[in-house]
């Protein structure tokens, strides 16, 4: 590092050859307090993240920071965090920072960026994949600090001009135009040999190691000086071997209690006391020595084209990876009404009344439902006894049998699909996937464009543009009687009654909240799906539509509530690819 550092003074730029993971980087500890300092928003914890150099701020400037503005901007992190993920959130926070930037003004700060967008990468896998909040991401940092995964090594940052350092193991079997040693001496390091110190070499066959060198017997002296010195030789031999064109070798003697030290290098050297013609031996003292100022530039000899100048333009970065919570921000709530009216049936009471709302109860539910095996009633105390450990404020022991009456309700209740009628208990495993990750490119997309042609049906309510990935989870996805369906299962309270949840009712929030935009985006997702996987795919024949449950409103003597099912046009998803994967125009 400290090589790297001495080069980066010149602007001379370099890559590092070695096994450095990227999450014992000085990045990763960065991106560790950013995380805090998103997820709890405080004046020590915000100062912590931007007093590094890249960010641009010095101790003074911290002092007079404006901290309920700074404050203001991780609060929006936060809510970008919770939205969008933590790759956007980084995203955003390099962007508001003008870090890209800075990192871009020398070659260090390229390794930094570099390594920050690794760990944004790796970050958003394991969100993804693990479905972990903000929380399980930092302990999941903390963790895998160790870890020898391939992908946790650092990358290399453009290799284009730069200085390649490497040790000489790791340069064995590759070649270099011109090779640079200079720590090539071989020169012992007597320290090393002190008592307490391990050494090993090898005799009769074995190996043999000490902590005690200097009490060994003179013929194992003699035979581990022998076995180090071959050892500096092939090493030596290595390096010598490395160059296409030109080596640059020093040697520079040294001594050990007024005695010269005898280098490995030195009996080389020794046959060459004048220069031949591969090797040129120059003696050069101190004095010969210049200190060299100046920062290097690239340079080309009678460049062919010369640039533009630069045009004063601001550049709005419209790509990120985009999800449907994203891109829409209406939310429609129904206030809570305590207390239900006349005489009350205990599991009305139970789902209308005591069942909490909000993200933690929508999580509990959603993992019954993950993980209930439908086509086995049989099975499901289980699953929700397994769900308890993990959701014991939400699902507690009281209530499991009013949980297995909510189950009940859902799977035997009759769905009625464009004529289609079946009942979730008629899938099997083998016919479903729960929480299926859909992953999409989306080319410039303007959000006028998706108003126009979705209408009154959904709204995008983001920033104008949109470029990028488009990813989401589908909560279920299944196939019964040779169709395809999306389903979602939804947790709102709309009302304490179940006529609150019929389709008047549902209709409305399905509007309130932009359903209506997800299963599009849901669709498009699944008809590409389908489309690899089902010889000679027809959106009308095999994709039977989407079905949004409302947990709550759900009664199995009555499909008329809870339920809203919807498929759309094949015209409509095909004019929505169509957008979305529009030829990007120059």
Not at 58 to 74: G, P
Not at 245 to 274: F, M, N, R, W
């Amino acid at each position: 590092m400290q090589l790297r550092k001495r080069l980066a003074r010149f602007n001379i730029p370099s890559v590092k050859r070695d096994d450095a993971k990227v999450l014992n980087s000085e990045e990763c500890g960065m991106i560790k307090y950013l995380l805090i300092a998103v997820i709890s928003p405080n004046r020590g914890a915000i100062n912590r993240v931007l007093i590094n150099i890249y960010q641009g701020f010095t101790t003074q400037d911290l002092n007079i920071l404006d901290d309920q503005k700074q404050i203001e901007i991780f609060i929006e992190l936060r809510k970008i965090l919770k939205e969008e993920g933590v790759y956007n959130m980084i995203s955003s926070f390099l962007d508001i920072y003008g870090i890209r930037i800075n990192c871009m003004k020398d070659v260090l700060g390229q390794r930094v960026l570099t390594n920050i967008n690794q760990l944004a990468e790796i970050l958003h896998k394991i969100e993804k994949q693990f479905k972990y909040t903000p929380d399980e991401l930092l302990v999941w940092m903390e963790r895998s600090s160790g870890e020898e995964d391939e992908e946790f090594e650092q990358r290399v940052e453009s290799d284009d001009e730069a200085v390649q350092i490497s040790t000489i193991h790791k340069a064995k079997g590759l070649e270099y135009n011109i090779v640079f040693a200079p720590s090539l001496s071989m020169t012992p390091i007597k320290h090393f040999l002190k008592r307490g110190n391990l050494n090993e070499f090898k005799k009769d066959d074995k190996y043999w190691f000490t902590l005690n060198y200097p009490d060994l017997g003179a013929d194992d002296q003699r035979i581990f000086d022998l076995q180090k010195e071959q050892e500096n030789r092939r090493l030596i031999y290595v390096t010598l071997t490395r160059a296409v064109y030109k080596s640059y070798i020093s040697l520079v003697p040294k001594s050990y209690k007024g005695q010269p030290v005898t280098s490995s290098l030195s009996a080389i050297l020794d046959h060459y006391q004048e220069s031949s013609a591969l090797i040129e031996v120059m003696k050069i003292t101190k004095s010969d020595l210049k200190i060299t100022k100046g920062r290097y530039q690239f340079q080309t000899v009678n460049p062919l084209f010369t640039p533009r100048e630069e045009p004063k333009i601001d550049i709005i970065n419209l790509f990120g990876i985009h999800s449907f919570s994203g891109l829409s921000k209406t939310h429609l709530s129904v206030p809570f009404e305590k207390g239900l009216s006349g005489e009350t049936e205990a599991y009305d009471q139970f789902i209308f009344q005591d069942l909490a709302r909000g993200a933690d109860a929508g999580t509990a539910l959603h993992s019954i439902f993950e993980h209930l095996n439908f086509a086995d009633p049989d099975s499901w105390d289980q699953t929700l006894k397994e769900a308890s450990k993990y959701y014991s404020n939400i699902i507690k022991e009281e209530s499991l049998d009013l949980f297995k009456q909510l189950v009940t309700h859902v799977m035997n209740t009759e769905l009625d699909c464009n004529g289609e009628k079946f009942s979730l208990n008629k899938v099997t495993n083998d016919k479903k996937l729960s929480e299926l990750e859909f992953c999409f490119s989306l080319n410039k997309t303007n959000k006028t464009a998706i108003n126009e042609l979705l209408g009154v049906e959904a709204d995008l309510t983001s920033e104008a543009d949109i470029e990028g990935l488009m990813a989401g989870f589908i909560d279920l996805f299944f196939e019964y009687n040779g169709k395809y369906y999306i389903l979602d299962w939804k947790s709102n309270y709309l009302g304490n009654k179940p006529e609150d949840y019929g389709q008047s009712g549902l209709i409305e929030v399905m509007k309130g909240n932009n359903y209506n935009l997800q299963y599009f985006i849901y669709t498009v997702a699944m008809k590409h799906y389908l489309e690899g996987k089902v010889p000679g795919f027809d959106y009308e024949k095999h994709f039977g539509g989407v079905i949004y449950i409302f947990l709550r409103g759900v009664r199995d003597k009555d499909n008329s509530t809870g339920i809203y099912f919807a498929k759309p046009t094949s015209e409509n998803i095909n004019k929505l690819e169509e957008v979305f994967y529009r030829p990007v125009q120059f």
